[in-house]
């Protein structure tokens, strides 16, 4: 069956970077657009970035462009979420999904990332 599994989060200081990673397995994973979502506390579920299936076409929130970078390994079956310069309201959980504008796979645990000084 699917199964992602988010991992690198922590608590940073403002400023400071994280790089998330999101193993996943039990279906095509070079098939598919790989996303990032973040939910913070009382707050819906949003899109962070998405990556094309062969890694070509990338989009962010515009609350993060310039600061997080997607990327993918389709050896490893990995999505992978760079961020930098982080801020307070990146305060969130992170999770990693199949598609491009949508979720089309069962959600993983997710990943907490905390700023805070």
């Known amino acids: 069956q699917v199964q992602l599994v988010e991992s690198g989060g922590g608590l940073v200081q403002p400023g400071g970077s994280l790089r998330l990673s999101c193993a996943a397995s039990?279906?095509?994973?070079?098939?598919?657009?790989m996303s990032w979502y973040r939910q913070a506390p009382r707050k819906e579920r949003e899109l962070v970035a998405v990556?094309?299936?062969?890694?070509?076409?990338?989009k962010y929130a515009d609350s993060v462009k310039g600061r997080f970078t997607i990327s993918r390994d389709n050896i490893k079956n990995t999505v992978y979420l760079q961020m930098n310069r982080l801020k307070v309201e990146d305060t969130a959980v992170y999770y990693c999904?199949?598609?491009?504008?949508?979720?089309?796979?069962?959600w993983g645990q997710g990943t907490q990332v905390t700023v805070s000084s």
């Open positions: 039990g279906f095509t994973f070079s098939s598919y657009a």
């Open positions: 999904n199949g598609g491009w504008q949508e979720p089309m796979l069962s």
């Open positions: 990556i094309s299936a062969p890694g070509v076409h990338i």
